[in-house]
């Protein structure tokens, strides 16, 4: 025995979906999802002119992973990028950020941090959680930033939500949110993040941008 917890007929599956606010050209929102070097996926909210800077720091964050790909599994790394991100923003618009990787699928572990009101929430069988519950509300750029990490079990078919706060707001509490995501998982599971879009979504639109990435272990 090799004392792992996954076998290797698991992987790592993620989507995203993203909305403008009603009436705007441009969406201040930006994600990522990527699996190279390891499974990752971050949401950036911005402010101002936020589309450049929600899609330069994404840019400065995948370049953060490439670097230090063998550090990711440890909550003093998150910390440090939050960290560097605030700086390489600082001076100009500032952008909200949640993020999320894999670091090994056998350690059954995923980490992030988190800064401004953009949130992560766990999906399990039998469970649901806010997993950014610690209050951090400056924003990447502030110059003022208080890095927040987590590191939480992850099992396969549990579902982790990454959620701007136009996505997550809508639902008011987490009961809503929760019966919207068992509502989505009869659905592909690329289907779940434009799901939980349509359920926050009210008739008269988007009051404010908002993106959904939706992350899971499969069954290969």
């Not at 959620?163 to 639902?171: E, K, L, T």
Request: glycine share 10%.
């Amino acid at each position: 025995m090799d004392g792992s917890i996954l076998s290797p007929r698991y992987g790592v599956e993620c989507f995203g979906a993203t909305r403008f606010q009603a009436g705007k050209a441009v969406n201040e929102d930006a994600f990522i999802i990527d699996h190279d070097p390891i499974p990752h996926a971050a949401i950036f909210d911005g402010a101002g002119n936020a589309e450049q800077a929600a899609e330069r720091v994404a840019r400065f964050f995948k370049t953060l992973i490439s670097d230090q790909e063998a550090s990711v599994g440890e909550m003093d790394t998150w910390a440090g990028w939050v960290r560097l991100m605030d700086s390489h923003l600082w001076g100009g618009p500032e952008s909200a950020f949640v993020g999320a990787a894999v670091p090994d699928l056998n350690l059954g572990l995923i980490v992030g941090a988190y800064a401004g009101n953009s949130r992560a929430y766990l999906a399990g069988k039998d469970s649901f959680r806010l997993i950014t519950s610690e209050s951090s509300p400056a924003r990447l750029g502030s110059g003022r930033v208080e890095a927040k990490t987590f590191s939480v079990a992850f099992h396969p078919h549990d579902i982790l939500l990454l959620m701007s706060d136009g996505a997550w707001a809508p639902f008011g509490n987490t009961s809503l949110l929760r019966k919207a995501i068992e509502a989505a998982s009869s659905r592909h599971f690329s289907e779940v993040p434009e799901a939980i879009l349509d359920a926050a979504t009210p008739a008269d639109g988007p009051p404010d941008d908002m993106t959904v990435v939706a992350l899971r272990m499969r069954r290969l």
